[in-house]
């Protein structure tokens, strides 16, 4: 049985980050003694550290005294290379529709040992099979939902917006005007997407599906 391409986006493999090739030494006489950041590369880094969640590069360059938008993308880009060189365990992710200082994701089940950190949220089978048709159907209304999935999902539609996984969205002007369901900013942040656009395609799916059976 296939599963829906959303189910894949928890257990999708981490890139691996190759090793530099240079020795610690080379690396260090690549990187200035100030880490090769200027202020405005520093306060910008400050703001992402002590940021809660994804900010938008507008509000980033607000808060860190910035020209615009395009100047807090530009030295978050910079910052990145400074971290990849220097083998740092975090970097600066475009996460739902802004930016947010994280671990890598090869280092999860190392983080996930801490306590304080939020542990990973499960979704059963159905709710992941719900939280599917109503990400790349939105916005959709239940009776559609139900028509997908053939069985009734109003219990499952309660769990999701619970969890801040799934929202109204707006009303249909259908009789009874029945609400129409979307996802929500925090599913985008737990999936890790910058947007729906990201949501992975059938098609790419598929592909991977027939590569995977033709290797084994």
């Known amino acids: 049985m296939h599963r829906h391409p959303l189910a894949q986006l928890s257990r999708r493999p981490t890139r691996r980050l190759r090793a530099p090739a240079e020795t610690v030494g080379t690396i260090a006489e690549r990187v200035p003694e100030n880490g090769g950041r200027d202020s405005k590369m520093a306060r910008l880094e400050a703001v992402l550290f ?4 994804p900010l938008h590069s507008r509000k980033i360059s607000q808060y860190a005294n910035l020209t615009d938008g395009t100047e ?6 910079r910052l990145n290379e400074l971290y990849d060189l220097s083998g740092c365990a975090f970097r600066v992710h475009d996460i739902a529709g802004g930016m947010q200082l994280r671990t890598r994701y090869n280092l999860a089940n190392w983080i996930s040992r801490l306590h304080h950190v939020p542990r990973a949220i499960k ?8 939280l599917a048709v109503v ?3 939105q916005p959709v209304l239940r009776a559609d939902i139900e028509a997908v999935r053939g069985v009734a999902c109003g219990e499952l539609l309660r769990q999701l917006m619970e969890r801040d996984l799934v929202r109204i969205s707006g009303r249909s002007q259908d009789l009874g005007r029945p609400y129409f369901y979307g996802t929500t900013r925090l599913f985008l942040q737990i999936f890790g997407l910058r947007s ?14 027939e590569t995977g059976a033709t290797q084994s």
Do not use: I
């Open 50 to 53: 002590l940021a809660k969640e």
């Open 72 to 77: 807090a993308r530009t030295l978050a880009n």
């Open 135 to 137: 990400a790349y159907r």
């Open 196 to 209: 729906l656009e990201d949501l992975p395609r059938f098609d790419d799916f598929r592909a991977n599906q």
């Open 123 to 130: 979704l059963s089978p159905p709710v992941m099979e719900t």
